[in-house]
């Protein structure tokens, strides 16, 4: 009975140390610091980046973008995520960045002046609707755009009065 209860005991062990081992071997953990603190000291006007519908801060040195209600930026290699442009900065899971933040066209940050700017109360109050509506495909990527597009719509106004 003796030599039983040891084999048992034997055999309980050995399991749980394999057990064990494969739980530490399956954890990974990752251990971030907080990004710098970003200090915009006034309401941000935003940036269109064209053929996105993401929008820059360029009022500050870090990249800060706004997409989909969420405010995001790179540090260290590392994305966060926050639901405001203060903070506080959550680390997330490379797989839960957006596609289109990791793939921003090349040369983005050569912001022309003519490049769409809006206002931060404008981009969470209307982001959803813009993107389901295509708002910037149809009113111009840049001012110039849309201003020539303003200057047909007047023209033919004027061609429909006469």
């Known amino acids: 009975m003796v030599k039983k209860s040891w084999l048992f005991i034997i055999t309980f062990f050995s399991v749980m140390s394999i057990l064990y081992h494969k739980a530490i071997a ?7 610091t907080e990004p710098p603190q970003v200090v915009i000291s006034s309401e941000p ?6 053929d996105t519908y993401v929008y820059y801060v360029r009022a500050s040195d870090n990249d800060i973008f706004f ?19 203060s903070g506080p900065w959550i680390a997330v899971h ?15 940050k050569e912001i022309r002046e003519d490049n769409v700017r809006v206002r931060w109360r404008d981009a969470r ?7 389901r509506n295509k708002y910037w495909e149809k009113h111009g990527w840049r001012r110039e755009v849309a201003r020539e ?12 009065r006469r």
């Open 26 to 32: 399956d954890t990974v953990i990752i251990k971030t």
């Open 149 to 160: 597009r303003e200057r047909e719509v007047i023209e033919n106004k004027r061609k429909n």
């Open 125 to 131: 109050d209307n982001w959803r609707k813009w993107e």
């Open 45 to 50: 006007e935003l940036i269109v980046i064209p």
């Open 67 to 85: 997409y989909q209600g969420y405010w995001w930026r790179q540090w260290r290699d590392v994305w966060y995520r926050a639901g405001s442009y």
């Open 94 to 108: 490379p797989r839960r960045v957006p596609y289109r933040l990791t793939q921003l066209p090349p040369r983005w």
